[in-house]
Structures are given as structure tokens and as C-alpha cells.
């Protein structure tokens, strides 16, 4: 395996009942009603770490907006993404129970003010020994800003200059306020740190103010890895001068490459190099030992969906009932009313075959179709090696049936991967940035704005 052609492996997971495959709660093999213990996702963390899996990447939600035809019922009787748990407090629990895995999570802008969150992550950061990463997303969703106090009509210009400022503050936090050699630890000379190597960052912006130093000391990251998935031309903007991971919005290679082109053509424009930024596409993978034995396994797992409740999720995370509009309603005609994420919806009308036009009916029962892999290790692995070329980096495995997606992809998709050289058979040591990016560098790259702060208050 060399440097380039190693995949990165995560799985996408939600502390809910129900993430993205609606209904399978029922299924008797489902475990995700216990998504409220320990045991299920500390299980879950020491059997990937056994087939060396990257990281876990937690989703979160601070509202929910999901409608069916006018109603929320569906909700609630189905656990559309509710009720759902505050994924940062599984995290210490997962720490403990292993050495390498990566704890990537979800934390809103909107979420904590940055000097609460900066300590946090810090937190975090140190009691899983430089394995946290932050996804930095906006909220899209409306229903999250106006449960926060908030106005939910921001525009994506608006959520991300907000986001600019969030994550400025933060950089001055991990960067700016401990120099690297503040900490002494010497109690023979009776100085834990240097005072004259810790500052206060004085920021003082359009949202915040913030007079003082992170309360807690440099972690091994010192910045968390950072992850993002904007889709919206603010959104791509942002990643590419902010994220060290990105995530996909896009189904097919052609629109995967150009995704790519333009995340990391911006980047270089602020000096970044390609290798800096890696591109995650989220999946999910149902595996059998024949590719008929893979298709049942997953026409048997359908039988599990609940149509209104998926429907429901989608019209969350765009923000439409998408119940109440004629299915017949070209998707074009939509996308630009789309107040949420319309990543989802662009990556079907581009991957769309030439010749007709998808819609709302296509939407929502083809999306699941296209994000599904269904077949032997041997072809998941061709079509992971087909995506590698199109410039995918790395994939975010979603669940259809947990454990048993995952515990399958364990058993019998990772020897395959690992056989073939695309995926670890061992752990780099280091943080999770330096198992990444196979780097000795545990910091932040110094070609990033995050670094510019370091040494900055002395
Ligand atoms: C794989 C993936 C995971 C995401 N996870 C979250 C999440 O946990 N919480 C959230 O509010 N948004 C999440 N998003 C939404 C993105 O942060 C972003 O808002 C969305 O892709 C739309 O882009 P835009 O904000 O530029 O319009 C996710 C998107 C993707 C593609």
C-alpha cells in the first residue's frame, strides 16, 4: 500500500434511533434502540478498531424539521432522527475503550459560543490521546435557529461568514493563546507554565467577543482535525480554506472529479497544496457472498422502510414537505426554493442519465439506490477502486441495519480491501491527523489560516 492509494474508512453514524434508512428500527436485528447506552456504541468502536477503520464521523441535529403532508406524526411514531443524543458525550466512553480509532463529530456553529466550544474540543482531544475531529457545519436547517433564539431565514452568505468568524475565533484559542512551549510541568522549579507564553486573544468581531486564553492547555492537535461538507458555492468556498476533510456532495465520477477541481483549484488559491484537503463520499455498502445473495439481502432489508418517514427525512434536510408536492415536479424546477441542504438533490440531477429529467418521485426512491453499493467484497472493492480514481479519498459508511452493515463490511469486505492494498491492515501511530495524512506533524499544516495565529499574541 503506498501513501496515495490507501482509502480512508469512517463510518457515519447518528446517536438516534433513526439516521438515514427510516423504519429499519423495526427490524428484528436492529440494535439501534439502544442507541442510549454505552455498550452498543463501545462495542461497535472496538470491532471497527479491530478492522481498522479510520474514524467514526457523528452526525448531528439541533432541530428537526421533517414533515409528511402537513404533519409531524411520522416523526415521532417512526424516530426520524429524534429523539437523538448528544454525540460528544459517547466520546470520552469510546476513548477509553480503545487506542486508535478517530472521534470525529459534529459540532454547530450556531451550537456554543467558540470560547465554550475551543475547551471542549481541547477536552476532548486530550483524553483520547490527538484522535478528535470536528466537522464544522452551519445548520441548514431552520427549525435549529429559531430553537436557539435565533432567526431562521440566514442566507448561506450569512451562515458562513458567522462560520468565518466562529472558526477565527477558535484558531486564536488553539493557536494563538498557548504558545507551543508554554507548558513547563516542572515542579522542581515550581512553574506548571510560562506566564509570559500565554495570551489573551482580544478578539473582538462582528458576533463575538472574547477577551481571554483557552482555559485549557494545548491538547496533541492543539486544532482538531476539520472537517466540512458544504455544497453551496459559500459552502465550497469555505472548505476550501478551512477543511482538512471534505465530504462529497456528489453520486457520479464525473461530478466527483469536478467537486474535487473545484475545492482544491480555490485552495490553492490560498496557498494550500492538493494533498492538504481529503475527500470523503458517504455510502453504504450491503455485502454477500454472490451479488444475488447481496440484492435479496438488501430488497429484504427495503421491506423495513418506512416511504413516509424517508420522505419526512428529506423534506428535513431540505427544509420542503417534499409529500406535498406533485411527484411529477421536475427536481430542477425545485432546487433553487431549497431553503436546506441541496446537495443531495444537485448530485441526482447530475448524475441523472441523459435524455429525461429526474423527479420528486425519482428523488425519493432513487437517492437511497444511488448512495447503495450491493454486491461481493470483490465488486465493492472495484467500484471503491473506480471512485479512488475519480478523486475520492476516502468513504463514509452509512448503515443500513446496525450492527450488522458494519460487522458485515468487518468480515468480509476490510480483508478484501486490505489484500488488495487500498485499505490499512495496521494503524499509523500518532494523532488522528497524523494517521490521515501519514504525517509526523501533529499540528495543523503551516500552510493553513489556523497556523497563521500561532506566536501571533506573544
Ligand atoms: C456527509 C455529510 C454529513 C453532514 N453532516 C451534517 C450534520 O451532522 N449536521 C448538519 O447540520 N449538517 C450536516 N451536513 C450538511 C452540511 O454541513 C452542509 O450544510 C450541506 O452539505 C449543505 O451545504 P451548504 O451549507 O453549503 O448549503 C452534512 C453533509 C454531508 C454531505
Not at 434508512?21 to 442510549?36: D, L, S, V, Y
Not at 414533515?67 to 458525550?89: H, K, L, T, Y
Not at 480503545?98 to 450556531?110: A, E, H, N, P, W
Not at 442566507?155 to 493557536?175: C, G, I, N, T
Request: hydrophobic share 40%; glycine share 8%.
Amino acid at each position: 500500500m503506498t501513501k496515495s492509494n490507501r482509502l480512508i474508512v469512517t463510518l457515519l453514524v447518528m446517536n438516534a434511533i433513526g439516521h438515514n434508512f427510516h423504519g429499519i428500527w423495526r427490524h428484528p436485528g436492529a440494535r439501534t434502540r439502544e442507541f442510549n447506552t454505552l455498550d452498543l456504541w463501545v462495542d461497535l468502536a472496538k470491532k471497527a478498531e479491530q478492522a481498522k477503520i479510520d474514524a467514526f464521523f457523528f452526525t448531528d441535529l439541533l432541530g428537526i424539521q421533517g414533515e409528511f403532508n402537513g404533519s409531524r406524526d411520522v416523526i415521532f411514531e417512526q424516530a426520524m432522527n429524534v429523539p437523538i443524543g448528544d454525540c460528544s458525550m459517547l466520546l470520552p466512553a469510546i476513548a477509553h475503550a480503545t487506542t486508535d480509532i478517530g472521534l470525529m463529530y459534529t459540532s454547530s456553529v450556531i451550537q456554543h459560543h467558540p470560547f465554550v466550544f475551543a475547551r471542549m474540543a481541547s477536552t476532548l482531544d486530550h483524553l483520547s490521546n490527538g484522535r478528535v475531529g470536528w466537522n464544522i457545519v452551519t445548520s441548514a436547517n431552520e427549525k435549529a435557529f429559531r430553537n436557539l433564539s435565533l432567526p431562521g431565514n440566514l442566507s448561506h452568505e450569512d451562515r458562513y461568514a458567522w462560520a468565518d468568524e466562529y472558526v477565527d475565533v477558535m484558531y486564536k484559542l488553539w493557536e494563538g493563546s498557548w504558545d507551543v512551549d508554554a507548558v513547563k510541568n516542572d515542579p522542581t522549579n515550581g512553574v506548571y507554565a510560562n506566564p509570559r507564553k500565554v495570551h489573551d486573544i482580544n478578539h473582538i468581531g462582528e458576533r463575538y467577543q472574547v477577551e481571554g486564553f483557552n482555559l485549557m492547555q494545548p491538547s496533541p492537535q492543539r486544532v482538531p482535525v476539520l472537517a466540512q461538507a458544504g455544497g453551496s458555492p459559500a459552502g465550497l468556498e469555505f472548505a476550501s480554506r478551512h477543511a482538512e476533510l471534505m465530504f462529497l456532495s456528489a453520486s457520479t465520477p464525473e461530478a466527483i472529479a469536478a467537486q474535487v477541481g473545484t475545492v482544491r483549484g480555490s485552495a490553492r488559491q490560498y496557498g494550500r497544496h492538493d494533498s492538504d484537503i481529503k475527500f470523503l463520499l458517504g455510502m453504504m455498502v450491503i455485502v454477500g457472498s454472490t451479488d444475488e445473495e447481496a440484492k435479496r439481502k438488501w430488497s429484504e432489508l427495503e421491506e423495513f422502510r418506512s416511504p413516509e418517514a424517508q420522505t419526512a427525512y428529506f423534506s428535513s434536510l431540505s427544509g420542503l414537505d417534499l409529500g406535498l408536492y406533485d411527484p411529477e415536479t421536475l427536481l430542477e424546477d425545485l432546487v433553487d426554493h431549497i431553503p436546506g441542504i441541496r446537495g443531495a438533490f444537485n448530485a441526482l440531477i447530475n448524475g441523472w442519465p441523459a435524455g429525461s429529467k429526474p423527479t420528486v418521485r425519482d428523488f425519493l426512491t432513487s437517492l437511497p439506490r444511488m448512495q447503495t453499493l450491493a454486491g461481493t467484497p470483490e465488486r465493492i472493492a472495484a467500484r471503491l477502486i473506480e471512485l479512488q480514481n475519480a478523486g475520492v479519498d476516502g468513504v463514509q459508511l452509512m448503515n443500513a441495519l446496525l450492527p450488522e452493515t458494519y460487522d458485515d463490511f468487518f468480515e468480509y469486505v476490510v480483508p478484501v480491501l486490505q489484500d488488495k492494498g487500498i485499505m490499512q491492515s495496521d494503524y499509523r501511530a500518532g494523532t488522528l491527523r497524523q494517521k490521515l495524512f501519514d504525517t509526523e506533524n501533529p499540528h495543523i499544516a503551516e500552510r493553513h489560516p489556523a497556523f497563521g495565529y500561532r506566536g501571533m499574541f506573544g
